[in-house]
Each structure stands twice: as C-alpha cells, then as structure tokens.
C-alpha cells in the first residue's frame, strides 16, 4: 500500500448567512450555507487525485480547507499522520511549506507591483529558507524548471509583461520553489487558451513525478480529469457522490449524477453520439439542500420515499469504488 | 442537397485603431453560411472570432471599422448599409446575437420582460407595446421558461436561465440568422448541455441559419455542419466538420484537434501547441502561424499562403498543400 499524504475525514464548512436585523430576530436558528458537508478521501504520494463537480459543489471550499486558508467548521485532516486543524496559524507555518496551492487565474493571482524575482522570492524569505546570496540562485532553479528560460530575461520583469500561460508558468514555480509534498490545483489551466493548456499540464505532470509531489486537482472539466488523475471524487452539493479510480468514473460510473455529468460532456469526434441531456434543471442552493439524498429533485432513477428522507451512505462497490446512492445501498 | 447561400462574407478586413496603430483583427476573411446551416467559428482568444460578429452587425466599438470587404445578405451587402438601415431591415430581424449571456449581457436595473420589448419595439416601430408584451411570454415559454418570469429581474434568474432568457431576447424579432457568441461558456456542464440542445432544437424548429462562436471544438461538433478554423486574424481551413476533424490539413488544425481532451479516448497526454498566439499589432509576415508551425519552410516566413480549395467544399490556406 502507498503511503498517505493527506487524509480528510468527515470535513465541514458551514458558512453563516448574512441577514438582516428584523430577520435575525425573528429567526429561530441561524442559517448556514453548507458547502461542503461532510466529506472523507485521501490523497496517496505521487496521486493525482481529481475532485470534479459543477460550480457551487464545494471543490475550491475543500481546497482552500486543506490550506487552511479558511478554517474548517469541523473534520479532521491528517497530514503525515498529524491532524492540522487543530493547530494556531503560528504552528502551522512549518506545514505551509509542505501544503501548496496554485490559483486559477494568474491574471489575479500574481502582484503586479512585484517582479518575478520577488515574486518566486516571497515564499522564501517568509520560510526563512535561503540566505541573501542562495535566494536568487533558486529562484532561477524554479525558472529553468517551469521553463521560463533563460532565466535571467524573466528575473526583472513584471507580471504585464507576461502572456497568460508564462504567468501560470510563474504561478507554478511559486507553488514548487519550496518544494511541497502537496500542492491544490484550483483549475489551473481553464483560463488557458486550449492550445496551451496541454503544455502547462505537461509541464505540471512532469515536475510531480520529479518531484514525487501529490496533487489535489480541482476542475469541472470531467474529461480533462479523465486524462490527468490517477482517482477521481465527484461532487454534488457539499458531498462525495462517487469516487474511484479515473477509469471506473468514466467507463463504469453508477450515481445517476455522474452519469448526467458524463453525457452533458460534449466529446470533439463529429461521428460520435451526440450529448443527450439527461437532468433537468441546475444545481440548487447550498442554503437550503434537499433532503435526504441532494440529487432526487433532479434524479430520473429516484427509487422512492428511501432518496427523499434518507441521506445515502457512501458505500463500497468493491475495487475502491465507492458511491452514495440509495439504489446501490439497497442491493448490498 | 446543395441549399442556396444566405450569407456570403467576401474578403473581410476590420481594424481596430489604437494609439500604437492599427490592429489587424480580422483580414481578408471570407466564407459563406447556407439557409439551415450550422457553422462554427472556432479559434482561440484573440484571433477575431468575435470581431467577426460584431462586423456582421455592424456594433463593432467606436475605434474598430470594417476597412474593406462586403458582407452579403441575400445579395444586400450590409457593409454599405447606414446605421439607420441596419436597425429597421438587419439587426434582430434578419440577424441576432446571443451573447456570452450567463454573466453580464442582461440589464440588471430592468426586469426580463422590459428588456424584451425595448428589443421588439426599438426594431419594429409598428408593434404595441400590449403586442410586444404578449410576444415576450411566447417567447420565454419557447425556450422553456415559464412565460410569467417576464416579470422577473436578471438576478433572480440562475446562469442557465439567463442563457435562455438571452436566446429569447434573440428571437424576438423572426431573425434568419443567430449569431452565438460563446453560448455555452461560463456555464456547468449539464446547463451547457441544455443550452445546446435548446439552440439545436429551435434551429430546426424555426428553419435558422446558426453560426456558433466559441474556443471549444468540441461545442462545435456537436451543433454545427460547418466549421471554419481562425488563427490570428485569419481563417485557415473551413469545410465540414467530420472531414476537418478527421482528415485536418492545415498544421494548426491538427494541433487544435489533438490539444482537446476526449473523454472516452484511453488516457493520453495531449499535445499542446508550442509559443503563444502572435500580437495582432504586428503580425508575423506570410503565413501568421509560421513561428508556432513544426513543418514551417522558408516560403512560409515570406509569401502569404492562398486559401485553396482542396475539394468538395473543403479550404486551407497552407503552403504545404499549395506546393503539392
């Protein structure tokens, strides 16, 4: 068996609605916004583990959790064995430089008033990891190894003096200079134009198994997850709904969800079938989420009064196949 | 088989002025869209995809002009045609457009139904405001939405309602053509879907001709018959769709094709183009791809490639297929 590298169990994140102050009176509890509500993985060294889903489902909420850039409301995530949740930020400073992220768009993600050099040097200097004379040394290191080659052109340059891919190219040297042993990629490439993407997610795959860093890939793109990840979790409201390995999502996928998903993906082979649509309607507000199983308001294979009071279990299938549908429930 | 041309673009050149000179958006550009044809405009961020569109309908911004070229519409060329002539005879009743609607197209200080008669009204002068109204409900029931959210605003509408919304506002005045402007992007998946479908069906409903924008191929393939491949400004290879995507000729073609991510194909990496899209500013000399072009030759980097026709309605601009 692989080793663990993170390992989230019963994750939470509640965010409290905002009202208004007669409302706040007159209500009888407070009002959370559920986005993300309970949900377990792990993610193995040198895994790419892929969590796909519509926006609005949580997947960047779980990323920033990992991080710790928002606090969790509750779960537990075990980094290395050690749960990180409970750690003061102060604490969890040394673990920064284990757990990295890169953002989706670099056009946001990168201080314009910074150079590269300060840039890439930033995480560095607040590690405390390299001397005066080294932190430049490195920084070109981190260019040859994203490619911005020679490094020298791009030490002094500044953001808008960059295309968007060489700005990715940037935004990806930040995540590794530290070298991490995990990184959250927020759909790093989907504000990429498509001829380019290929080469940033080439050069991102290369540096992982040079680097024998562990990802955590979030994207809505089913079929670039597909390619990418080695596992992937689908998810829908705050939830896992299913979740195994990239070939059993797609050739085998058994929610009624991902299904859906599968059949809205349009393929680019004109002589193939055309995309059916199976599930009306869109995903619904996380504030109040249908009860029992979320999907029955959208399900054409809803079995009955079992999906509308009752929140299915994420139940094994066998071959680390996992789905939370009452349908499969019932079988077993 | 054969069904009579609607749209004729012949030799298409706008540039937009700006301080550093003229940008060369879309230059020499031609193609044709048949009566119930689907044709897809596909090309990546910046190559004049949606300049295209805007020159159609003549609402290009104040600092870009259609420098040369005519666009013929049945035979009327909408390029000599004055401001005045396009809103009462073209715009929204012979051509609309769906914009990238999801975000920010829809007037968020007026609720769905004002938007839709100030559309019918402005275009025809003749319509009440009672007529319009009534046709405003018909509308959003025909693209399924329930016609007494005419009242509602935009903000109350979720992403793929504000799509609809949009197409109905299209439709308003009978066009013949619609012109989508990446439809589908900036929604989920299964509402992209949706829209698709939604867009599909009503062309064979109401006997449109579509022309479909976007950087996604895959979207094309599964709405259009045609579809012309832009890079920087340039279409490069136009023909159906089966035969470019399965026997592309043009290098940036194949490039693109291969780039994009097939779900039921076994796990690859995919290929990716190497350099970045040129600035549009100065563009490269002769063919504009040769920089990014594996099999470039020294004609290329001089002589700008003719855009042939290689048979049965299939064109490519590329010295490789000139030579042979």
Redesign the interface.
Known sequence: MEETVIKVENLKKWFPVRMGFLQTLMATKKVFLRAVDGIDFEVKKKEIFGLVGESGSGKTTTGRCLLRLTDPTSGKIFFQGKDIVLLSQKRFKPFRRKIQIIFQDPYESLNPRMTILDTLAEPLNVQGLAGEGETEEKVRKTLEDVQLVPPEEFLYRYPHELSGGQRQRVATGRGLILEPSFIVADEPVSMLDVSIRAEILDLMLDLIEKYGVSILYITHDLALARHICDRIAVMYLGKIVEKGTAEQIVYEPLHPYTKALLAAVPTPDPTSKRIQVVVKGEIPSPVNPPSGCRFHPRCNVCIGDVCRMKEPPLVDTGNGHSVACHKYSHKT | MSKPTMLDVANLTTYYKISRGYVRAVENVSFQVKEREAMGLAG??GCGKTTIALSLLKILPHNGSIKSGHIFFRGLDLAQLDEYEMRQKIRWKKVSIVFQGAMNALNPVYNIGDQMIEAIMTHELETSKSKAEERSQKLLELVGLEPSRVNNYPHEF????KQRAMIAMALACNPELIIGDEPGTAL???????V??LIKELKEKLNLSVIMIT?????I??TCDKIAIMYAGKIVEYGD??TV??EPLHPYTR???Q??????AA????????G??PDLLSPPTGCRFHPRCEYAMDICRKKEPPFLNVGHDHSVGCHLLSKA
Request: aromatic content about 4%.
């Open positions: 990546e961020s979720s992403g793929g309602m989920d998946v299964i509402v992209q879907a949706q698709l479908k950087h996604d191929l895959s979207i393939t599964e769709i089966v995507f399965k490039a693109l094709v780039s994009f991510p097939d779900i039921t796990k690859t990496r995919m290929k990716s183009i190497h970045s899209p």
